[in-house]
């Protein structure tokens, strides 16, 4: 969403800036005798009232200002305010706006409410969410029920229990692994039978309901059941393994390698094992240099597996600078979820300049949680890259991602990135750079990373 431009008011010549009220000016009659009186000590007050308040920064008074021009502008501004409030959970904007967005009439609005408060898994947030229990969406009231479930609340269990298949007959993972959390296990019976069915989706399903169960029961389905799928329909299965198994699964794992169809996804649920018999494999794939998408793909599950040394970044490295668009979204995509040290950072960092928009993305999301400075050149590089896309896809989104990234870094170079977003054309900018200035105040984090005074 495009913002208009906007003239500072103190420069602005005539109306204030678009969307925003008039507030009429009231002079005094003529003949009001008393109104020196009244007008001096009112103005003595505010003078000291203004001296011994402390001052709020000028950022933080511009974000909250416009958070306030956004929100009030009604319909699909307050959806994306709304949508842009998952990361920012501590904030007491948030916690308002949430609050407000769950008790509005408008669907859309209260859904993505909902929505939020399912991603911040909040105790303090439950009976919030048992009230939408009893809303008139269907979707409001499963979203509510799961989330419950997720903190070990109960009251939504039938409507969890009438909502474990789709509409086309597959199971919802979401739901099944909700009715787990419960101490409900409905799920797993249907699922070990789903997982072998002729219906792809309904097998993928049934795989990733058996990975959150996570039972010793659902490892063993997922064991047995192995040898009956063919090709692409077995991924789904050996990574539910990989998720709930443990390294004695890696010898029931590695065979289905000789499958090209099965490889790529072998290697991953090996990085996902880890241990000494799965990178042992992993070394060796990691040196097939004829197979570059191979090679790469070892060594990001060698990273998520522990191991980083200067075979696994030379390999990491040579991906990111592959002329072929796979193997460098391999790398980016690869990495996503490694804390590793600052060889991978730097890999990372030179995918954020990526000239494919979708591989910006995802290197963006892979450095999420990093608050190093050094990470600061790559963010820049994908805002600058991303920010005249007005349209939702992932150039718009890496733009996105790059303001809430420099949030969390400390330092006046961070700040200087998200006061140019305060600045941008585009609201979704505008709200993001504006909760991320106020995420930094609450931290103390003004002020090249100084607490503000």
């Given amino acids: 969403m495009t913002r208009p431009a906007e003239v500072e008011p103190s420069r602005a010549p005539g109306p204030g800036p678009p969307g925003r009220k008039e507030v009429p000016v009231r002079t005094p009659r003529r003949g009001s005798a008393f109104l020196p009186y009244l007008v001096v000590p009112l103005a003595l007050a505010l003078l000291v009232a203004c001296s011994s308040a402390p001052k709020q920064p000028t950022e933080v008074e511009q974000a909250k200002k416009l958070l306030d021009q956004a929100w009030g502008m009604g319909g699909n501004g307050q959806v994306l305010v709304v949508s842009l409030l998952y990361d ?82 597959a199971l919802e993972p979401d739901v099944c692994a909700a009715l787990h959390a419960i101490g409900d296990d409905a799920c797993l019976a249907p ?112 990273v998520q597996a522990g191991v980083v040394d200067d075979d696994v970044v030379a390999a990491l490295e040579e991906g990111a600078a ?27 960092a030179r995918l954020c300049g990526d000239p494919e928009p979708s591989i910006r993305r995802d290197a963006l999301l892979a450095l999420e949680g990093r608050t190093d400075a050094s990470v600061l050149p790559a963010l820049r590089t994908a805002w600058e890259k991303g920010k005249q896309s ?10 996105l991602l790059a303001l809430r990234l420099a949030a969390r870094i400390p330092g006046e170079e961070a700040m200087g990135l998200l006061r140019e977003g305060l600045a941008s054309q585009n609201w979704a900018h505008n709200i993001e750079a504006a909760l991320g200035i106020l995420w930094r105040e609450k931290q103390g984090m003004l002020g090249g990373g100084q607490e503000a005074s």
């Fill in 88 to 169: 920012y959970p501590d904030l007491p904007f948030a916690r308002e706006k949430v609050g407000e967005a769950v008790k509005s009439p408008s669907l859309s609005l209260k859904v993505e409410g909902a929505r939020v408060l399912a991603r911040w898994a909040d105790p303090g947030t439950k009976d919030l969410l048992r009230d939408l229990l009893r809303d008139d969406s269907d979707v409001v009231r499963l979203i509510a029920a799961r989330t419950l479930a997720r903190l070990g609340d109960d009251s939504g269990r039938e409507i969890l229990a009438g909502a474990i298949r789709d509409a086309d007959g």
């Fill in 191 to 302: 699922a070990t039978r789903d997982l072998v069915a002729k219906d792809d989706a309904k097998s993928a399903a049934a795989a990733a309901v058996l990975g959150e169960i996570g039972t010793e029961q659902a490892r063993q389905a997922l064991r047995r059941k192995l040898m009956n799928l063919y090709k692409e329909r077995r991924n789904p299965a050996l990574l539910a393994l990989a998720q709930i198994g443990n390294p004695q699964d890696v010898a029931a794992v590695v065979p289905f390698a000789n499958y090209r169809d099965n490889l790529l996804t072998v290697i991953e649920a090996l990085g996902t094992f880890g241990g000494d018999a799965a990178i042992g494999h992993l070394r060796h794939w990691l040196t097939q240099k004829k197979d570059p998408v191979v090679r790469v793909a070892a060594a990001c599950a060698l």
């Fill in 322 to 348: 592959s002329d072929r668009r796979e193997v460098r979204a391999k790398v980016a995509r690869g990495l996503r979820g490694s804390t590793a040290d600052g060889k991978v950072t730097a890999v990372l």
């Fill in 390 to 399: 007005n349209q939702e896809g992932p150039e718009y989104e890496s733009a």
